[in-house]
């Protein structure tokens, strides 16, 4: 697997998606600058011990992140000053979806799916159904159906509007770990015990296909945003990263340790990844990293870009979310 098959990919993406001749579409996306550089970072004690998911607003006016201390905390990503948080889980915090200005859900390890009212900083519904710790979110945009995922190996489909389940299938793992929908289409993937990665369609539940990374465990996903390239990070020491939707290997970036987090930017250029003390930012055309930060924690649980590139955050077993700007 090479960088040359993920650039034909993301070329033979743009072409889909805008009617482009293969030349041009390969002129935008090598005519984009390779050169990435993380800077001006800061630090915020954000939830006392484990930090377990970090993630920015649609339109990148806010950083969410859940953890140890069961709430959801809000930031502003430009200085990472306090902004409020949302409380009534009662144990940690794994994930955080936000959906729109007004709709953030998250899961938990008290095994419910919590969906808020993001303006008014108050509840809405509480989502019961899972068997053990829900630890995993994935939504479509524009639409409020939320999948979760946890320890029970189940994805349960919410209709978060309404608080109905409209779905519940036995994946096949034994453990969730992380979960990643396809846009403008029905599939979301699962990940977790075992290398294999499963694919169901949103509309049915139905199985709709798997692929096999090669690793013992997956636990982290990600898709770009147009839906050309799933990336999955795992216990074997390296991402891996698919076309979607055929499941073709495109790619393996191998970073020597456990890859516990991944994804991928906006525009498509970018990915990052963590493991063992580090994270890393590749762009599209190179195997080795563009730029690495070493940081003073082993266990990274999340990164994540913002909406418009511009901004890398991280969190992790010290309960501190970290943020970069990317230059």
């Not at 729109?100 to 859900?105: A, E, P, R």
């Not at 456990?258 to 063992?276: E, K, P, Q, T, Y």
Request: aromatic share 6%; net charge neutral.
């Amino acid at each position: 697997m090479t960088a040359n098959k993920h650039l034909k990919q993301l070329i033979r993406a743009r072409m889909a998606r805008t009617g482009e001749s293969y030349a041009a579409a390969r002129r935008h996306v090598i005519g984009q600058p390779s050169s990435v550089a993380l800077a001006d970072a800061y630090t915020i004690d954000a939830h006392g011990r484990h930090g377990q998911t970090v993630t920015f607003s649609p339109d990148g006016a806010l950083l969410a992140s859940g953890g140890q201390d069961a709430a959801v905390r809000f930031w502003n990503p430009a200085d990472g000053a306090a902004a409020f948080a949302l409380e009534g889980h009662d144990k940690i915090v794994n994930d955080v979806l936000l959906l729109d200005g007004d709709t953030t859900v998250s899961a938990s390890s008290d095994r419910t799916v919590r969906v808020w009212d993001t303006r008014a900083r108050a509840p809405r519904l509480t989502l019961d159904g899972h068997r053990d710790a829900v630890t995993a979110l994935a939504g479509v945009p524009g639409r409020h159906i939320v999948v979760s995922g946890g320890y029970d190996g189940r994805l349960r489909w919410w209709d978060v509007s309404a608080g109905a389940c409209l779905h519940e299938i036995r994946t096949g793992l034994r453990r969730i770990a992380d979960l990643a929908a396809v846009p403008s289409t029905n599939h979301v993937l699962a990940a977790g015990s075992g290398g294999e990665v499963v694919v169901h369609d949103l509309a049915t539940g139905d199985d709709a296909g798997r692929f096999d990374t090669g690793a013992p465990g997956v636990v982290g996903l990600a898709v770009s945003p147009d839906g050309a390239v799933v990336a999955a990070a795992g216990y074997d020491g390296a991402v891996t990263l698919w076309a979607a939707p055929g499941w073709e290997p495109l790619r393996r970036i191998d970073v020597g340790a456990r890859a516990s987090a991944v994804d991928i930017s906006a525009d498509g250029r970018l990915l990052a990844a963590a493991w063992d003390h580090h994270v890393g930012v590749w762009t599209l055309d190179t195997d080795a990293p563009a730029v690495t930060e070493k940081l003073p924690i082993k266990g990274v649980y999340a990164v994540a870009f913002s909406p418009d590139g511009g901004r890398l955050a991280q969190t992790g077993a010290d309960g501190r979310v970290r943020c970069w700007r990317l230059g």
